[in-house]
């Protein structure tokens, strides 16, 4: 009877540890000011109240690119079970920032991806991501360039006179990459894509960037294959404020996308249950103070207690 006993115990103590490795939590990894201190994380276990790991303090430094940022940070897990993380090294190059990790807290060697390098006119490469291709099993990496010259139908000589169209690679193994291509052409200034997979397709959330008139707001597309192609993009999803920096998470039963409301130095969320109706819902949610540009991700539980105990 006492060994049933300490059997029955040991299976429940067992079967505990196994539901909190397994209870998933939410992660955010983001920068701060000019990105140069690097990657900051916080966390959320309802995806509306966000808490700061490291007290805050940055836990990777950057070390690739001319002007060596870590700006717009973008981590997902990968088929092999790592994650990997792409971001911005700088205003003004023509390569990405790329990393990969077991644990989210030991990283690799960092290397700079010259995506742009055969495009020598190329101004920027801004707000890398990557979307796993289960299908195909292999990543798309996709980021938002100005080409002098390319699309004059929409070229403005406000911001700076910058004209994005969004443009991928593709790889197995973050070792060798196909030629750079256009991703995404929606007829106007368009950045900071994101691209994860619901509902038996591909949702894109988008930047309009169009200054004159200004829209700066959020919009949505889609797609049945990665590289596409996409839908036209949808009226803006986001209300009378300027907005970029999107990141999607499906939270129960809602899907919530964050932004950098960065006019007004805030994030803001909007949420939907079908992706096509959203509301407003930046008044539910909190960040730590300075969030700028990052990528929302599930993790374990497990996980997040290796993050707070390091």
């Not at 989210?104 to 190329?122: F, G």
């Not at 195909?136 to 010259?149: L, R």
């Not at 707001?217 to 970029?244: H, M």
């Not at 129960?252 to 909007?270: L, N, P, R, S």
Request: charge should be negative.
């Amino acid at each position: 009877m006492k060994f049933n006993q300490a059997f029955s115990f040991l299976l429940l103590i067992c079967f505990f540890t196994s539901c909190n490795a397994q209870k998933k939590v939410y992660l955010f990894s983001y920068f701060k000011r000019n990105g140069k201190d690097g990657l900051h994380y916080a966390y959320s276990k309802d995806g509306l109240k966000w808490e700061t790991l490291n007290n805050d303090v940055s836990l990777l430094s950057p070390e690739v690119g001319e002007q060596k940022l870590m700006r717009d940070p973008c981590i997902i897990k990968g088929g092999d079970g790592k994650y990997h993380m792409v971001w911005t090294t700088g205003w003004t190059e023509r390569g990405i920032g790329y990393a990969s990790s077991e644990d989210l807290i030991n990283w690799s060697q960092q290397e700079l991806i010259p995506v742009m390098k055969d495009e020598e006119t190329a101004r920027n490469c801004w707000a890398p991501e990557i979307t796993y291709d289960e299908k195909n099993d292999e990543y798309m990496i996709y980021w938002a360039t100005t080409i002098p010259g390319k699309f004059p139908e929409t070229q403005s000589n406000m911001d700076s006179g910058y004209n994005h169209r969004m443009y991928y690679v593709t790889t197995k193994d973050f070792k060798d990459y196909s030629e750079t291509k256009l991703l995404y052409e929606p007829g106007f200034n368009v950045i900071d894509a994101s691209i994860s997979w619901h509902d038996g397709k591909y949702v894109m959330i988008l930047k309009d960037e169009t200054r004159e008139p200004a829209q700066k707001n959020l919009k949505v597309a889609f797609a049945e294959d990665l590289i596409g192609p996409y839908t036209d993009a949808s009226e803006p999803i986001t209300g009378k404020y300027w907005a970029e920096g999107p990141t999607m998470l499906k939270v129960e039963d809602q899907y919530i996308v964050y932004f950098d409301k960065y006019t007004d130095h805030q994030y803001g969320a909007v949420a939907s249950t079908d992706l096509k109706n959203w509301i407003d819902i930046s008044d539910q949610i909190t960040f730590p103070k300075g969030t700028r540009h990052g990528t929302a991700i599930t993790i374990t539980e497990a996980e997040l207690e290796n993050l707070i105990n390091k």
